[in-house]
């Protein structure tokens, strides 16, 4: 698995690869489809399958304000694509270029010249081009003078509807991670570099490891319980407290993760943290002594719930 810049030339490996086109934020189970039937075509023609995606997101570029509602990192994604079986992940980086091409444009200079594929997968409601011209229909009649196979697979669907990043994102505002696992696959996980905090975590029993959000989404402020992929491939179970600490001033926003049964200096080591189960809001305590308490009955919760994993 490699990853690829737009920008670049590309590897004459690379020449005559299936394209799965999308952003894939998420890689829920639509992505999956979308992706998987890529890397079907791909093995049964004997080509490289290619998954691309977008950075930064089309909507960071256009309402650069909007609130942080990423699901993956480009590392997490480019880990779920080669688990896919993909080959390599193309990352076109979304700027003013791109965004003022027509969805003619899109075709003949990225598709055709740039990346020379001989098919591209979408899925049935994929639009690209300027002004979110192009169509997945669009897509087909414009690949057809370059000779230039087009796929379109339809959405997924549960009980409750398609399956699409929106409802995994209300899911986890809602602090629904069993609705957010299912529609994924897998929890929903925050990858990031552990920082230095104020270490007040320490004085009290529950030395934790601080990350930054970033541009993730923020699911509901509260308490979880959760999972750590350490160094090493280490998985270790234990509860975070994500929000703003409002028993501490100044307010500060962190995933905040402390692991069971585990020791060690954890500084500068990217880590993720999965979210199994929400089990209270952010709260204010009047006193240490009353969060202390609060936090080693929900570790006790946590242990119970994530007990079965290890």
């Not at 001033?249 to 200096?265: I, W």
């Not at 952010?282 to 290890?310: H, I, N, P, V, Y």
Request: aromatic share 10%; hydrophobic share 40%.
């Amino acid at each position: 698995m490699i990853r690829l810049d737009h920008r670049d030339p590309l590897p004459d490996a690379m020449r005559g690869a299936i394209l799965a086109l999308g952003n894939f934020d998420g890689f829920h189970q639509g992505h999956q489809a979308v992706i998987g039937e890529a890397v079907r075509w791909a093995r049964e023609e004997g080509r490289p399958a290619i998954v691309a995606t977008f950075d930064p997101h089309p909507v960071r570029y256009f309402q650069p304000d909007a609130a942080p509602f990423r699901l993956t990192s480009l590392d997490q994604r480019e880990e779920l694509f080669g688990e896919a079986g993909a080959d390599a992940m193309l990352v076109f980086h979304f700027d003013g270029a791109i965004a003022g091409m027509t969805a003619s444009q899109w075709t003949e200079e990225m598709i055709h010249a740039r990346l020379k594929v001989a098919g591209v997968v979408t899925g049935q409601d994929f639009v690209f081009g300027k002004g979110r011209s192009g169509s997945a229909q669009a897509l087909r009649a414009l690949c057809e003078p370059f000779e230039i196979e087009t796929r379109a697979v339809a959405p997924v669907h549960d009980s409750e509807g398609t399956i699409s990043s929106s409802r995994i994102r209300d899911a986890l505002k809602a602090g629904d991670c069993t609705t957010a696992r299912r529609l994924l696959t897998r929890p929903f996980a925050i990858r990031g570099t552990v920082q230095h905090g104020d270490k007040r975590g320490r004085t009290i029993g529950f030395p934790t490891a601080n990350l930054d959000l970033g541009t993730y989404l923020r699911p509901r402020y509260g308490i979880y319980a959760v999972t750590g992929r350490l160094p090493g491939d280490r998985t270790v179970i234990g509860a975070a407290n994500l929000g703003v600490r409002p028993t501490f001033d100044p307010p500060r926003e962190l995933l905040e993760p402390y692991f069971f049964d585990f020791s060690g200096d954890l500084y500068g080591a990217e880590i993720e943290v999965a979210f199994h189960h929400f089990l209270r809001p952010e709260a204010k305590f009047d006193s240490l002594e009353a969060l202390t308490e609060q936090m080693q009955r929900d570790c006790e919760t946590a242990r119970k719930l994530l007990g079965a994993l290890l």
